[in-house]
């Protein structure tokens, strides 16, 4: 897919939508008296608050703004924070992995909404669904988390939020707004992104808007022959030995927001669509062809003489379809060509929570809550020829998943240096599937599968208890330590329990970890559960700061891969896979230091920073290595500033990977070294961002980033014309700029 499709719409007619709201944000505002300060709608807790915890990062607006001209994948915000990897996906649909956990395994939230993807590739993830220009705040937990935060996962969690509202001061009207644009190099990567605010002191109105579109990608050198395709194509181009591809992407998000506050209380509502035009995976068998969501998102906090109270509702749709895009072949069938393989999806979100802060005391805070999801997925293949006829394939049909959780946290100030946490969470998960069938009903095999699955009973309930607890010890002002314990509970989605057909290209179809191998589910899964021991210890003094981080976790029912029924798997290529309870263990540590290293008149001043990670998991069971596992890996960086102007430079360094999944055929990738280069300049209320991502033009294969398998014949695991047995290409030397203008 070296070049996006531009001729595809959206589905709503957006650009009036968006000259209309301006023009009456502009109609509205004429004649305002403008104020020089927006005041923020935050609402705190009446009782005092424990010190913040030293395993969670908190990432606000100034933190991320070096960072979003050089990427369109809000995943990658993250990637600078010590433990957090990425696992590469398509161009804005990275998963974040958290000390070895990463995807569902993880509790990620993006404005209170619990996304789920839904796509059997998992294309459509939490973060691709709020573009990066749009993030004010992330929040990562990684040791000690509070099971309000947590449920349905093992790992850790990310919380992501957009900015907050903006309000006038009393009697006055408020007028805001922020314009910017980027372009990188490789992939000839453009965007841009608006916002517009009009606001009296009460009401807050929003508007913002942001595309992307890139290219395919190229690496520094050739890693591939240059025609990998054989036979018949429709629409391919010649994919350079360089090129990465299925990795251009289009990209466009929008969303109308309304604030309104009284003294301590506030409510807002978010209606917001997104639309991907398209998006290729170089590591799926498949390519996004369509993905557009809808969501409302009300909520309101408050705050009263015994705490806070907040409140949420969301009711998201998503429609996303996937199909082979330009890069891969498409087939041939019995009266001729036809048009691939379409796959649609179609999910239903709904949720709610209710939470409440209880200042029980000056020092001790209670936390409780109930949270309520209510998910719907088809997934549904219409025939195409070729042997995909002359029925649709239903991989899921009438998907169910419900969670309802209750939790309670008590958080207590013992003294001015021992603070303690407790926090326990039940939550009850019911999972069920409606009856498949296979595209022809008739034929043995798929007569076979779909009788027997649809003959079981396939509803499911999980009682899962999530533990949190943890003590904080801070003899100083400079010095803080923690230990926890927790207890994290997953229950299998959708796809790992229900997806049902064993034929060689239905299983190439289902593959949400990107190893190239196909999938069928398994009914009769548990839930994982995970027992983590972590401690923290953070010195902060004057001019420098140091964070060691170890830990510890058993996970018991991990869901890894075995040779599916009645296959017969072999060593050294993709394989049908299916999913099985086992036993894991993964253990590891976290480094991160920064030192100010002075300045000179005239000149600046100079601050390095550092970060270490290192972790191993081990799947106890067959004594295989876990996948996707990062190895020993490093980051240090030198910051210059002077007044307005800020320097970087940053030096990426990772070891080879060698312990890999034997099981998933995992392809071992080589040691690398990187250079970057960031620059920005403010002036009055215009930014200016330059930077080059790998400036030293470095080949090197992304550990993370499963098995290349983005162009040729992609429909079976192990057919010739494609590039099996190679690791997913980093990208290529690339320039960047990008400029934001406020106003």
Request: proline share 3%.
């Given at each position: 897919m ?46 005092k ?10 990432l ?77 705040s ?6 000690a ?22 309000f ?48 395919n ?24 030995g ?17 604030a ?24 799926q ?10 969501h ?22 998503t ?189 190439a179809m ?119 596992i ?89 057919g ?24």
């Open positions: 070296k070049h996006c499709n531009t001729n595809q719409q959206p589905v709503w007619a957006l650009r009036p939508l968006v000259a209309i709201t301006l023009s009456i944000f502009a109609s509205l505002s004429y004649g305002a008296e403008p104020v020089g300060e927006a005041t923020l709608g935050s609402i705190e807790v009446t009782a608050k424990s010190a913040t915890s030293p395993s969670t990062e908190q606000k607006a100034n933190d991320l703004t070096a960072q979003k001209p050089a990427t369109s994948d809000t995943a990658s915000l993250l990637k600078n924070t010590a433990g957090v990897q990425l696992n590469t996906a398509g161009g804005v649909s990275s998963l974040p992995s958290i000390r070895g956990l990463a995807d569902d395994r993880l509790r990620i939230k993006v404005n209170g909404i619990d996304y789920i993807s839904a796509c059997a590739n998992h294309m459509n993830p939490a973060l691709s669904y709020i573009d990066p220009t749009q993030v004010g992330i929040k990562i937990y990684s040791g988390i509070p099971v309000g935060v947590g449920g349905d996962s093992i790992g850790g969690a990310i919380v992501v939020n957009g900015k907050e509202p903006q006038a001061s009393t009697g006055q009207i408020l007028r805001a707004g922020e314009i910017g644009g980027f372009y990188r190099s490789n992939g000839n990567g453009v965007g841009g992104n608006l916002s517009a605010t009009l606001a009296t002191d009460k009401l807050s109105l929003n508007f913002n808007s942001s595309t992307a579109q890139s290219d990608y190229k690496s520094a050198k050739a890693f591939k022959p240059d025609t990998m395709a054989t036979g018949t194509t429709i629409g391919n181009h010649l994919i350079a360089d090129e990465v591809a299925s990795s251009a992407y289009n990209t466009q998000n929008h969303e109308l927001s309304a309104y506050k009284v003294n301590n209380h506030m409510v807002d509502a978010k209606f917001g669509y997104q639309h991907i035009i398209n998006q290729g995976f170089p590591n068998h498949m390519d996004m062809t369509g993905n557009d969501s809808i409302f998102n009300l909520g309101y906090k408050g705050a009263y003489d015994w705490g806070n109270l907040s409140a949420r509702y969301y009711n998201e749709y429609r996303h379809k996937m199909n082979f895009a330009e890069d891969k072949l498409f087939w041939y069938g019995p009266t001729g060509t036809v048009p691939g393989m379409p796959m649609d999806t179609a999910g239903r979100n709904i949720g709610a929570s209710l939470k409440g802060d209880i200042a029980l005391s000056d020092n001790h805070i209670l936390k409780i809550g109930t949270e309520y999801q209510r998910y719907r997925l088809n997934d549904w293949w219409s025939p195409s020829g070729g042997g995909m006829w002359p029925n649709t394939f239903w991989n899921i049909h009438d998907g169910q998943r419900d969670r309802l959780g209750i939790f309670g946290d008590l958080e207590s100030n013992w003294s001015e240096k021992w603070a303690t946490q407790v926090g326990v969470r039940y939550e009850q998960v019911k999972t069920n599937t409606g009856t498949v069938q296979g595209y022809n009903t008739t034929m043995a095999n798929y007569l076979a599968e779909s009788k027997a699955f649809n003959a079981r009973d396939r509803k499911r309930t999980d009682h899962n208890i999530d533990i949190n607890l943890s003590a904080r010890y801070s003899p100083n002002d400079s010095q803080t330590f923690e230990g926890a314990f927790t207890r994290k509970t997953r229950s299998p989605n959708l796809y790992e329990r229900y997806t049902w057909s064993t034929g060689g290209m239905a299983m289902n593959n949400w970890v990107n190893d190239g191998n196909g999938y069928v589910g398994n009914i009769d899964l548990k839930p994982e559960v995970a027992h983590t021991l972590s401690f923290t210890a953070s010195l902060n003094k004057a001019q420098w700061g140091l964070k060691f981080s170890p830990y510890y976790t058993e996970v018991n029912n991990y869901i890894d891969a075995a040779c599916a029924p009645g296959k017969t798997c072999k060593a050294g290529q993709f394989n049908s896979l299916t999913l099985v309870n086992q036993d894991a263990r993964l253990y590891g540590a976290d480094l991160s230091a920064y030192a100010s290293l002075g300045s000179i008149d005239g000149v600046g001043a100079f601050k390095a920073q550092a970060s270490i990670g290192y972790i191993k998991g081990t799947n106890k069971t067959t004594g295989d290595n876990l996948y996707n990062m190895p020993l890996n490093g980051k240090l960086s030198l910051t210059h500033t002077l007044g307005k102007w800020s320097n970087t430079i940053e030096t990426e360094l990772v070891k080879s990977k060698d312990n890999v999944s034997q099981a998933r055929y995992e392809i071992k990738t080589a040691g690398y070294g990187l250079l970057h280069l960031r620059s920005s300049y403010e002036w009055k209320n215009l930014r200016f961002d330059v930077g080059v991502e790998n400036l030293l033009n470095k080949q090197y294969a992304l550990p993370l980033g499963g098995a290349y398998i983005g162009q040729g014949r992609t429909m079976s695991l192990n010739a014309g494609a590039p099996y047995g190679i690791q997913v290409a980093g990208a290529g030397r690339s320039f960047y700029a990008g400029i934001n203008a406020k106003f």
